[in-house]
C-alpha cells in the first residue's frame, strides 16, 4: 500500500496545526502503570508477521521489491488485527471503548481500502501489461474468504457501539482470522512470480502500476480518519534487522512527521491502541 502523501500533504494541515512542524510523539495516556494491571507489550499474536522476499531471497529486482512493499504492509494489517485482539477484553472504561470502536472501524477501512483498489486497479492493470487476464484471480478468490467476517465485525461495532461484548468481537475475529492471514502470506510471493511475464518485448514496470493505483485510494477524509491505523502498526526498527528502517514507507522529512505525528493528533483516543510509536518501535499497548 503506496500512499501518495505528496499529493495532499497542503490540503490537510490546517492554520492551527502550523506551529506543530516537529516531530511530537502522540500521547498516550496509559492508566494503572504502577500496579500489576499495567497494560503489556504489544506481541505479534495470535497472527504471525510474514517476512519479505527480499529478506528471504536477497534479490533486488523490482517484482522482489514491489512484493516485499507488499509484505511490509500486510504486517501493518496484521498488527493492527493483533493489537485488536490483545486488547479488546481488557477494555473497562466506556471513554476508552468509544475510542477503541473507533480504531477497529479504521483498521476494517484501511484493510477493505486496500483490497478494493487490488481489484479495481492493480490486478486489472497488471493484466493489461501483461496481455492476458486472470493472473490475480486466486488472490481475489481469497479476499472473498474474509470479507463476511470483516463485514460482521464491521456491522457488530456499529450496532453495538461501547457497548460491544469482547468475547462476541474476538468470536467474530477468529471467524476469519485464518483466511485473512493465509491470504496475507500468499500474495507477495504471487506478485514476485509476475517478474515470468516481464520480457524485453513486453516489459512490466510492476512498481509504477502500483504506485499508480495506490494514488486513487487515498482522499482527505481517508487521510485523517484512516491512514494512522496503517502507519502507526508498521514496526521498521527492529524487522529484518531494521533494513526497512527509514526506507518504507518511502517517507522523508516533513511528510513522515506529517503521517506519524501530526495526522495523528486528530482522533489521538484511536490511535493509543496501535502497536507501534510513530518511530517505528514495538510499544506497550494503550490497556
Known sequence: MTVPIQNVIFQVLPTAAKSLLYPRVVKLHFKNMANNDSPPMYTDTPLAVIPTP????????????????????????????????????????PTDKSDFVGYCQAWIECVKTHHHYEETDLFPNINKAA????LMADAVQEHELFYGGMDRMKAYLDETGAQFSAAELISIMDS?????????????????????????????????????????QVGFSFFLNTVPVFF??????????????GVFPPLKGFARTLVNNIVPMWHSGRWRFASCTPDGEYKQLAV
Open 54 to 93: 527480499k529478506f528471504e531471497t536477497g534479490n533486488e529486482d523490482q517484482f522482489t521489491i514491489e512484493a516485499s512493499h507488499m509484505a511490509l504492509s500486510h504486517n501493518a494489517f496484521i498488527r493492527g488485527f493483533n493489537s485488536i485482539y490483545q486488547q479488546a477484553s481488557r477494555l473497562r472504561e
Open 232 to 245: 502507526l502498526n508498521m514496526e521498521t526498527a527492529t524487522f529484518e534487522g531494521g533494513m526497512w528502517h
Open 131 to 134: 496481455g492476458t487476464t486472470g
Open 176 to 216: 476469519f482470522k485464518e483466511p485473512l492471514h493465509s491470504h496475507l502470506k500468499a500474495e507477495p510471493p504471487a506478485i514476485v512470480d509476475l517478474a515470468r511475464y516481464n520480457t524485453e518485448q513486453n516489459p512490466i514496470d510492476i512498481m509504477a502500476i502500483a504506485a499508480a493505483a495506490g494514488k486513487k
